[in-house]
């Protein structure tokens, strides 16, 4: 399972979603890009799969190349 987390700055108010990321299917071997639009102050991004935080995954875009069945969920 992949989620985001989004926050934002301390004392920057409230984080909206305005956006969520969709479920996506493709074939193998073909690119994929995951996008949220938020809204708020000093806002921070983090994608995750099955628990774990992706590295380099930090920002309001996640793109794939080349997509795999590993990377299923």
């Known amino acids: ?3 985001l987390i989004v926050g934002g700055s301390s004392g920057s108010g409230s984080v909206s979603i305005i956006s969520q990321p969709v479920s996506r299917s493709v074939e193998a071997g073909q690119n994929v ?5 938020a809204s708020g102050a000093g806002l921070t991004y983090q994608w995750f799969k099955d628990g774990s935080a992706i590295a380099g995954a930090i920002g ?7 997509v795999q069945a590993a990377q299923a969920g």
Do not use: C, E, L
């Not at 890009?33 to 639009?37: E, I």
């Not at 309001?60 to 080349?66: E, F, G, K, R």
């Open 33 to 37: 890009t995951f996008s949220v639009t």
């Open 60 to 66: 309001p875009d996640y793109p794939i190349t080349n």
């Open 1 to 3: 399972m992949a989620k």
